[in-house]
């Protein structure tokens, strides 16, 4: 019985991760277009997240989820 709620709870995890990955899709594809890597952006300080964003033409606000 425990097994099968750990699978669920799994397999549930995975649904909510598709469907987060999905919504941020469309700004990937912005940094993607932009030279920007997503990685790097989120190694970074916040206030040279922000420059590279401006920078780049970005609005910064749409890339918060960065900072998570």
């Not at 940094?31 to 190694?43: I, M, Q, T």
């Amino acid at each position: 019985m425990m097994i099968i709620k750990f699978l669920e709870d799994l397999l549930h995890w995975k649904e909510e991760e598709e469907v987060l990955d999905a919504e941020y899709e469309p700004f990937r594809d912005q940094l993607s277009l932009a030279g920007l890597s997503e990685e790097e952006l989120r190694k970074m300080d916040p206030d040279d997240r922000v420059a590279a964003l401006e920078r780049a033409n970005l609005d910064p606000y749409d890339f918060i989820y960065l900072a998570c």
